[in-house]
């Protein structure tokens, strides 16, 4: 197992201290980790959710438009930051694994090491 | 203030021949004040060694720095918690979504532990313990979060004219690219500055350490580094990795003593040792 | 060796000490504030950009940064320091997007995109800010 990389070790950290809610994927998009803050949004804890590709994750929360129109993995903020190596910002609606529909607000940057690699890309949250 | 450590190895009980001299047992240190009070640090399962306490002590106060399994593992098995006419006090970090009492449940409670918090005999008060000084009889702690996986403080208590800090685990030089050359930007240092006796993390070699970026720790190196800066009197290293039997750590330790003339007096952990700082207790 | 004396030497908080030793890994500028809006720190990316190291600036007032690089909005107008999408997100602890133009050691404009969040730490404490900002296209 090859370790992780320093930024997203630091990442973790940072954001099991934080209070914002915080959701970190890996460079292909996989879910990595998310905080307690996220947890309670989501409606359900890290270690049940688990490590998971950012297809299902994608889904899992049933993420809309206002339209309530379903949204595609791909078309998510953390999708974007990855692809297009930028930050992104989007409201969308979720549904809790907790069966809460929530509307947030979510802002995602790609996580860029000194090398130019892409790491990976964080996501913070806000109920709006 | 007389310190007793009772457990002084790190992240798994390794009690075999070759540990017996550093010990087996994990992270628990009792501190026995002048005034009679007792607080336990860490409840490891070096926490089955402390002493029956018998009807001198009505209270005693537990101070976790977090709640990974070799600094808790013991808790069940603490003797005070079995006592009707004990006040037994626990504090640990606090946490955005769950209370301590939650987070402890989920070890003390079936399957993995057949008693449960709330059959304990004991009058058990459980604190999420607030980032800041707060008063325990006999003793002043400050709390702060330190550099580790998950919630994880570092204990300063003030007690007795005599100061101790303890930051049992803990990887201050994680990132930090002049480790520890600012001490504003050095995790932990504000517990520690100053202090009579500094109780740290030293878990890895510097060769070690490499391997283990990120795991929460420190090297040996990192620990007397961290100490002389901070200006402290005595540094106890401690969390011995559960690797390292006798004749390493005592080649370790004293060839990291020999490296250079070092401003403190360096003691390797060793269960069952016994240190003094500031006023003593009577009759103890 | 003993504890230094003297200066403002009190120790960051945790969160701030992190996300400090995360952000100088980082390959994209990111500029940090305390709650007080006093820029706490800006790494090499960010140094780049501003044509000034962080190591002879030392912490400094926002207004103070602000005045060095004479923020332009996308009008042209030079932006108070009030109005800077991190000051912004410190105030109102939201996240803020912003355009605008900033100005390096040598007078160089620099158009730029840039996403502020605040950092809130546990207990509704308000810890600070952090900017990251990207290079759209030179001016």
């Not at chain 2, 550093?22 to 490891?44: E, M, P, R």
């Not at chain 3, 990316?45 to 996308?74: C, H, I, Q, V, W």
């Not at chain 3, 109102?92 to 995109?113: F, M, S, T």
């Given at each position: 197992m090859t370790a992780p990389a320093i930024e997203m070790v630091l990442l973790k950290q940072v954001a099991s201290y934080l209070a914002m809610p915080i959701f970190v994927v890996d460079a292909e998009g996989a879910l990595l980790y998310y905080?307690?803050?996220?947890e309670a949004l989501l409606g359900n804890r890290y270690e049940e959710t688990g490590q998971l590709p950012l297809e299902t994750w994608g889904r899992l929360w049933t993420p809309t438009d206002s339209a309530g129109e379903p949204l595609p993995p791909e078309s998510l903020p953390l999708a974007i930051a990855l692809r297009e190596r930028r930050p992104a910002q989007?409201?969308?609606w979720i549904q809790g694994l907790d069966g809460v529909t929530r509307r947030i607000t979510i802002t995602a940057i790609p996580i860029d090491g000194r090398t130019s690699e892409v790491l990976g890309a964080l996501a913070i949250f806000w109920e709006s | 203030m007389k310190l007793t450590l009772w457990g002084t190895r790190g992240s798994l009980p390794s009690p075999r021949p070759g540990t017996a001299r550093y010990g087996g047992n994990t992270s628990c240190v009792q501190l026995d004040l002048a005034d009679g009070s007792v607080v336990v640090l860490d409840a490891g399962t070096g926490i089955h060694r402390l002493p029956d306490f018998g009807r001198r002590t009505t209270r005693i106060d537990v101070l976790l720095s977090h709640l990974h399994m070799d600094h808790i593992l013991g808790l069940g098995f603490f003797g005070a918690l079995f006592q009707p006419d004990v006040e037994v006090h626990i504090w640990g970090p606090p946490s955005t979504t769950l209370d301590l009492h939650g987070r402890l449940t989920r070890y003390l409670s079936p399957p993995l532990f057949p008693v449960r918090l709330r059959d304990l005999p004991c009058k058990l008060v459980l604190h999420d313990a607030p980032r800041g000084t707060f008063d325990l009889p006999g003793a002043s702690v400050t709390a702060d979060l330190v550099c580790h996986p998950g919630p994880t403080l570092g204990y300063r208590i003030a007690a007795d004219e005599a100061t101790l800090a303890y930051l049992p685990d803990?990887?201050?030089?994680?990132?930090?690219?002049?480790?520890?050359k600012h001490p504003e930007w050095t995790s932990g240092f504000d517990l520690m500055a100053g202090v009579d006796l500094l109780i740290h993390d030293a878990q890895y070699s510097e060769a070690e350490y490499g391997d283990h970026v990120g795991w929460g720790h420190s090297s040996i190196c990192h620990a007397m580094t961290l100490a002389e800066t901070a200006g402290v009197s005595r540094l106890v290293a401690f969390h011995h990795d559960p690797t390292h039997n006798d004749s390493l750590l005592d080649r370790l330790f004293t060839e990291a003593a020999a490296r250079r003339d070092w401003p403190f007096e360096l003691i390797p952990?060793?269960?069952?040792?016994?240190?003094?700082?500031?006023?003593?207790?009577v009759g103890r | 060796?003993?504890?230094?004396?003297?200066?403002?030497?009190?120790?960051?908080?945790?969160?701030?000490?992190?996300?400090?030793?995360?952000?100088s890994q980082l390959g994209f500028p990111v500029t940090m504030v305390d709650a007080?809006?006093?820029?706490?720190?800006?790494?090499?990316?960010?140094?780049r950009l501003y044509g000034r190291s962080y190591d002879d600036t030392g912490e400094l007032p926002m207004a103070d940064l602000g005045a060095l690089n004479a923020p332009l909005d996308e009008n042209g107008e030079p932006l108070p320091v009030d109005q800077l999408p991190i000051m912004v997100a410190l105030r109102e602890r939201r996240p803020r997007q912003g355009r605008l133009v900033i100005h390096d050691a040598g007078g160089k404009a620099h158009r730029i995109n840039t996403t502020s969040i605040p950092l809130d730490g546990q207990g509704?404490?308000?810890?600070?800010?952090m900017a990251i900002?990207?290079?759209t296209d030179r001016t």
């Amino acid at each position: 197992m090859t370790a992780p990389a320093i930024e997203m070790v630091l990442l973790k950290q940072v954001a099991s201290y934080l209070a914002m809610p915080i959701f970190v994927v890996d460079a292909e998009g996989a879910l990595l980790y998310y905080n307690e803050p996220a947890e309670a949004l989501l409606g359900n804890r890290y270690e049940e959710t688990g490590q998971l590709p950012l297809e299902t994750w994608g889904r899992l929360w049933t993420p809309t438009d206002s339209a309530g129109e379903p949204l595609p993995p791909e078309s998510l903020p953390l999708a974007i930051a990855l692809r297009e190596r930028r930050p992104a910002q989007e409201t969308i609606w979720i549904q809790g694994l907790d069966g809460v529909t929530r509307r947030i607000t979510i802002t995602a940057i790609p996580i860029d090491g000194r090398t130019s690699e892409v790491l990976g890309a964080l996501a913070i949250f806000w109920e709006s | 203030m007389k310190l007793t450590l009772w457990g002084t190895r790190g992240s798994l009980p390794s009690p075999r021949p070759g540990t017996a001299r550093y010990g087996g047992n994990t992270s628990c240190v009792q501190l026995d004040l002048a005034d009679g009070s007792v607080v336990v640090l860490d409840a490891g399962t070096g926490i089955h060694r402390l002493p029956d306490f018998g009807r001198r002590t009505t209270r005693i106060d537990v101070l976790l720095s977090h709640l990974h399994m070799d600094h808790i593992l013991g808790l069940g098995f603490f003797g005070a918690l079995f006592q009707p006419d004990v006040e037994v006090h626990i504090w640990g970090p606090p946490s955005t979504t769950l209370d301590l009492h939650g987070r402890l449940t989920r070890y003390l409670s079936p399957p993995l532990f057949p008693v449960r918090l709330r059959d304990l005999p004991c009058k058990l008060v459980l604190h999420d313990a607030p980032r800041g000084t707060f008063d325990l009889p006999g003793a002043s702690v400050t709390a702060d979060l330190v550099c580790h996986p998950g919630p994880t403080l570092g204990y300063r208590i003030a007690a007795d004219e005599a100061t101790l800090a303890y930051l049992p685990d803990h990887e201050p030089a994680l990132g930090a690219e002049s480790f520890p050359k600012h001490p504003e930007w050095t995790s932990g240092f504000d517990l520690m500055a100053g202090v009579d006796l500094l109780i740290h993390d030293a878990q890895y070699s510097e060769a070690e350490y490499g391997d283990h970026v990120g795991w929460g720790h420190s090297s040996i190196c990192h620990a007397m580094t961290l100490a002389e800066t901070a200006g402290v009197s005595r540094l106890v290293a401690f969390h011995h990795d559960p690797t390292h039997n006798d004749s390493l750590l005592d080649r370790l330790f004293t060839e990291a003593a020999a490296r250079r003339d070092w401003p403190f007096e360096l003691i390797p952990a060793q269960e069952g040792s016994r240190l003094t700082l500031g006023r003593q207790p009577v009759g103890r | 060796m003993g504890p230094p004396e003297g200066g403002n030497l009190a120790q960051k908080p945790i969160e701030l000490i992190l996300l400090k030793d995360l952000v100088s890994q980082l390959g994209f500028p990111v500029t940090m504030v305390d709650a007080d809006g006093t820029v706490v720190f800006f790494n090499e990316p960010a140094e780049r950009l501003y044509g000034r190291s962080y190591d002879d600036t030392g912490e400094l007032p926002m207004a103070d940064l602000g005045a060095l690089n004479a923020p332009l909005d996308e009008n042209g107008e030079p932006l108070p320091v009030d109005q800077l999408p991190i000051m912004v997100a410190l105030r109102e602890r939201r996240p803020r997007q912003g355009r605008l133009v900033i100005h390096d050691a040598g007078g160089k404009a620099h158009r730029i995109n840039t996403t502020s969040i605040p950092l809130d730490g546990q207990g509704g404490t308000l810890l600070g800010a952090m900017a990251i900002f990207w290079e759209t296209d030179r001016t």
